[in-house]
């Protein structure tokens, strides 16, 4: 029973302090800003990613290089016929 009493003026305490104004709200904590002296990097390799983005996009010639080094380089053929052309035979000759 003496725990309930002690639970009791501790309540009483607390609602008295709070009627008079002595409970401070807890202050939020300052959320700490990125834009300071850190992150130097993190924004060196944006830039470089971004300057690469702009560059494929604008440059034929990067991009080809850039196709060339992911897929390998384009073949080319010397596409020439290996078999006769067909002679014409007359509409209707039947064989």
Do not use: C, W
Not at 24 to 31: R, T
């Amino acid at each position: 029973m003496g725990r309930k009493r002690k639970h009791d003026k501790d309540e009483d305490q607390a609602a008295q302090a709070s009627r008079n104004g002595a409970v401070a709200e807890p202050e939020p904590q300052a959320v700490e800003e990125s834009g300071g002296g850190g992150g130097g990097l993190g924004k060196l390799v944006l830039l470089l990613l971004v300057a690469a983005i702009v560059a494929l996009v604008l440059s034929e010639g990067a991009r080809s290089k850039v196709l060339d080094l992911l897929f390998g380089s384009e073949e080319e053929f010397d596409y020439s016929s290996t078999t006769m052309p067909a002679t014409e035979a007359p509409v209707g000759a039947g064989a």
